[in-house]
């Protein structure tokens, strides 16, 4: 189809909605007589009136409705892609599809479903699981966004950044480093839990661990933060975590948290989506709200952060 042709459609399709060249003119933002010689176009290129005079307005001919039937929808369609309808959050009807892991379901979605609940009930969120194949989610459309540590590289995907995901060593509250200093020596001493979602018993404290020439012992995986804080309330593993992920068990007392007794480098959290969302307003306010609820988390861990090493 030729640039030509889609213009004498775009004024078509308003002169079959307005029922005059008038209004058509005025909704275009065109002058009466540059529809009325657009429509003398389309008359000699499709060969039939189109349009006869009825009243103040004018009425289409068969032709003409058929055509409509025919170029109604797609035009609608190119329409909204390239000029996307407001979103209203409190109107809106739409399920979104979300890429994490229950560690970050578990910080996300309470804050999240409060906010829907008050400021757009309409909004359905759907938590897919996240075993680090983001990109692939994303290319395959399969999800809008992925919500957590995001190290893909591809052009087609945006990602920003959201916070650092600090670590901490967590034990119940009875257990016998709870009330000790946690040195290296102490930390090697005790069996592990470590959540690792491919069942591989090494993590990023194993690998800073080796650069030591040192081993801890893994007595356990699991493939769930909230299975492995359950198990950390009534065993007697220790296992490093994410600060964020625990902060809520902290605050109940159910877990104690000391600082790691080597470096291990916070994991850097990304929400991502692919750029053919890029201009989707229904998808930016969802990132916006993520992104605000996430600044906030980030806040309250960096003030337990700095309590933890006073």
Same mark, same amino acid.
């Given at each position: 189809?030729?640039?030509?042709?889609?213009?004498?459609?775009?004024?078509?399709? !308003?002169?079959?909605?307005?029922? +005059?060249?008038?209004? !058509?003119?005025?909704?275009?933002?065109?002058?009466?007589? %540059?529809? %009325?010689?657009?429509?003398?176009?389309?008359?000699? $290129?499709?060969?039939?009136?189109?349009?006869?005079?009825?009243?103040?307005?004018?009425? /289409?001919?068969?032709?003409?409705? $058929?055509?409509?039937?025919?170029?109604?929808? /797609?035009?609608?369609?190119?329409?909204?892609?390239?000029?996307?309808?407001?979103?209203?959050?409190?109107? !809106?009807?739409?399920?979104?599809?979300?890429?994490?892991?229950?560690?970050?379901?578990?910080?996300?979605?309470?804050?999240?479903?409060?906010?829907?609940?008050?400021?757009? #009930?309409?909004?359905?969120?759907? !938590?897919?699981?996240?075993?680090?194949?983001?990109?692939?989610?994303?290319?395959?459309?399969?999800?809008?966004?992925?919500?957590?540590?995001?190290?893909?590289?591809?052009? @087609?995907?945006?990602?920003?950044?959201?916070?650092?995901?600090?670590?901490?060593? &967590?034990?119940?509250?009875?257990?016998?480093?709870?009330?000790?200093?946690?040195?290296?020596?102490?930390?090697?001493?005790?069996?592990?839990?470590?959540?690792?979602?491919?069942?591989?018993?090494?993590?990023?404290?194993?690998? @800073?661990?080796?650069?030591?020439? @040192?081993?801890?012992?893994?007595?356990?995986?699991?493939? +769930?933060? %909230?299975?492995?804080?359950?198990?950390?309330?009534? +065993?007697? &593993?220790?296992?490093?975590?994410?600060?964020?992920?625990?902060?809520?068990?902290?605050?109940?007392?159910? =877990?104690?948290?000391?600082?790691?007794? &080597?470096?291990? /480098? #916070?994991?850097?959290?990304?929400?991502?989506?692919?750029?053919? $969302? @890029?201009?989707?307003?229904? =998808?930016?306010?969802?990132?916006?709200?993520?992104?605000?609820?996430?600044?906030?988390?980030? %806040?309250?861990?960096?003030?337990?952060?700095?309590?933890?090493?006073?």
């Amino acid at each position: 189809m030729s640039r030509t042709d889609l213009n004498l459609m775009v004024i078509f399709d !308003a002169i079959m909605k307005e029922q +005059s060249i008038t209004a !058509a003119a005025e909704q275009l933002a065109m002058t009466q007589p %540059s529809v %009325s010689n657009a429509l003398s176009r389309m008359r000699h $290129q499709w060969h039939d009136p189109l349009f006869v005079k009825d009243g103040r307005g004018v009425k /289409p001919t068969p032709f003409a409705e $058929q055509l409509w039937q025919r170029i109604n929808n /797609p035009l609608a369609d190119i329409q909204q892609a390239l000029a996307p309808p407001e979103f209203i959050a409190q109107q !809106a009807r739409r399920q979104f599809r979300i890429a994490l892991t229950d560690g970050m379901s578990g910080i996300l979605w309470l804050p999240l479903r409060q906010h829907i609940e008050q400021h757009a #009930p309409g909004i359905d969120i759907y !938590a897919v699981p996240y075993k680090a194949d983001g990109e692939t989610l994303l290319l395959n459309a399969e999800v809008e966004l992925v919500v957590d540590y995001y190290p893909g590289r591809d052009r @087609q995907i945006r990602s920003e950044a959201q916070f650092d995901n600090h670590f901490v060593c &967590l034990m119940r509250p009875g257990h016998v480093l709870a009330s000790q200093t946690l040195t290296l020596t102490r930390f090697l001493a005790q069996d592990h839990l470590l959540v690792s979602l491919s069942g591989d018993p090494r993590g990023a404290v194993d690998t @800073q661990l080796q650069q030591q020439h @040192q081993q801890r012992r893994v007595a356990m995986t699991v493939n +769930s933060f %909230s299975a492995a804080l359950e198990i950390l309330r009534d +065993s007697n &593993l220790i296992a490093v975590m994410p600060l964020s992920v625990a902060m809520k068990a902290i605050a109940r007392g159910e =877990l104690v948290a000391k600082p790691v007794p &080597l470096v291990v /480098p #916070p994991a850097p959290i990304s929400m991502a989506w692919h750029i053919r $969302q @890029q201009r989707d307003p229904g =998808l930016s306010w969802l990132r916006q709200t993520i992104a605000e609820i996430l600044t906030a988390l980030d %806040s309250q861990c960096r003030q337990a952060l700095q309590a933890l090493h006073k």
